[in-house]
């Protein structure tokens, strides 16, 4: 078998990304009970906070039926000066069949991939890619709409900084969507598609709103909370602007009266804690193609 990487959106090809979502359908509507015949041995190697991914990961792997090991860096040889390479490459050499892996460094992967004879799900890397989240983004938009081609979205934020926009950006330039980034313009690297919220928010189909990765700044923002959901945030004024049809997206953890207003998260054109619970479905989809399984019954869309 070929080994069943999930490592960047744009290693998928259309076909692929359907067949995912596709999967990701089925396990949250026939399926969902659904486990793999046989116990494998997983692990989530996380070197970065994650709430959602890691333990989205770890639902969806224990209702696949998997034997699951939560690394803990901080309790790990990393803190004697393991490598990324070695840490992986002992998990491989101590029988698992799999890894969720999260890191700091960009294309931590790159490293890995010829090398590891497992399968590496990337639960995010750097400022790179986050593809599982692109995924759960993208059924998210397709439950709601049915299909892509045509979809006009605003991606709202920190875009340099952002893994999420930069996968949500690969995938919706091959699924025919039309994208605007929005926010401070110094955060959109030059993108030719930029343009201020206020011009696009009544056109929209969908709003994806970006947490901002302070993590990642050289310099603090010298914004204050209330001038930076003013000016660039979703706030009261702008959700009575969007389309009826709209919706309103955010890959979270948000920051409440920051680029949302706090009333908004649960307002009924959110969708935020949809896209939580899609993801789920999304990483059972995924783990279903690393290990190369069929549903018992074939079923055509
Ligand atoms: N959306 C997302 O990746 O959330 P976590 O950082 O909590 O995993």
């Known amino acids: 078998m070929k080994n069943k990487h999930l490592l960047t959106m744009d290693a998928l090809t259309v076909a692929e990304i359907d067949a995912i979502l596709f999967d ?5 509507t026939i ?19 994650s709430t ?3 333990y989205s990961f770890e639902s969806a792997q224990h209702q696949l039926n998997c034997k699951v090991t939560t690394f803990n860096e901080q309790t790990s040889s990393v803190q004697k000066g393991e490598t990324l390479y070695d840490t992986v490459k002992t998990f491989e050499a101590i029988g698992m069949e799999a890894l969720v892996i999260r890191h700091p460094e960009n294309e931590y992967f790159k ?34 709409f049915g299909d892509f081609t045509g979809l006009k979205v605003a991606i709202v934020g920190d875009i340099q900084h952002s893994r999420v926009a930069s996968s949500n950006l690969q995938a919706m330039e091959k699924l025919g969507m039309i994208s605007y980034v929005c926010g401070p313009k110094e955060w959109s690297k030059n993108l030719t598609n930029y343009h201020p919220l206020d011009e696009v928010i009544e056109e929209i189909d969908v709003l994806m709103l970006l947490r901002i990765q302070h993590e990642r700044h050289e310099a603090t923002m010298q914004m204050t909370k209330a001038e930076y959901l003013s000016a660039y945030g979703l706030t009261k004024e702008r959700m009575n602007k ?3 049809e709209a919706i309103v997206m955010h890959p979270a953890p948000f920051n409440r009266d920051v680029e949302i207003d706090s009333d908004l998260v649960e307002h009924p054109k959110s969708r935020i804690f949809k896209q939580m619970e899609n993801g789920v479905y999304v990483r059972k989809a995924v783990l279903k193609r690393a290990f190369g399984y069929e549903f018992p019954t074939e079923i055509t869309k």
């Open 24 to 28: 990701a359908h089925l396990f949250s």
């Open 31 to 49: 399926y969902k009970d659904w486990q793999f015949p046989d116990n494998h041995r997983v692990a989530n190697l996380f070197f970065e906070p």
């Open 52 to 54: 959602r991914t890691q």
């Open 111 to 144: 490293h890995l991939v010829d090398k590891i004879n497992i399968p590496i799900l990337n639960g995010g890397d750097g400022s790179g890619n986050h593809p599982t989240q692109c995924l759960l983004d993208l059924m998210t938009i397709k439950e709601e």
């Open 242 to 244: 969007m389309k009826p």
